[in-house]
């Protein structure tokens, strides 16, 4: 089982930046080359829907088509963190963000029903 908490949410303006953080811990032995990260977002009425997904071990990532070249997906492996950095950032971009966990051979794509460990989730709203 691992444990994931996100950060660095908040209020930014249309074109601003933003770097979320996912901390991982796990039992004894816990190492993150064994998973795949991935962070998800959920708007109002809508469904959670894959942002982004890095496998650690290799470094290969995917990003939806919507964020590709404004979000970056990275690791620190020392500190068994994930973060996404996001950039010019879009008031479509607002959701709750989520980060999940699975062990990278049950990860077939970047999507909620590959994913068992969920953070709580950290909110991201764009407006002026």
């Known amino acids: 089982q691992v444990q994931l908490v996100e950060s660095g949410g908040g209020l930014v303006q249309p074109g601003g930046s933003l770097r979320l953080s996912c901390a991982t811990s796990?039992?004894?032995?816990?190492?993150?080359?064994?998973?795949?990260i991935g962070w998800f977002r959920q708007a109002p009425g809508k469904e959670r829907e894959g942002v982004s997904c890095?496998?650690?071990?290799?470094?290969?990532?995917y990003y939806a088509a919507t964020v590709k070249g404004r979000f970056t997906i990275s690791r620190d492996n020392a500190s068994n963190t994930v973060f996404l950095q996001m950039n010019s950032l879009e008031p479509g971009d607002t959701a709750v963000y989520y980060c999940?966990?699975?062990?990278?051979?049950?990860?077939?794509?970047?999507?909620?029903?590959?994913?068992?460990?969920w953070g709580q989730g950290t909110q991201v709203t764009i407006s002026s």
């Open positions: 999940a966990a699975e062990t990278y051979h049950l990860v077939r794509d970047c999507i909620e029903r590959d994913f068992r460990s």
């Open positions: 796990g039992t004894s032995g816990f190492t993150l080359d064994d998973y795949a």
């Open positions: 890095i496998r650690i071990s290799s470094g290969n990532t």
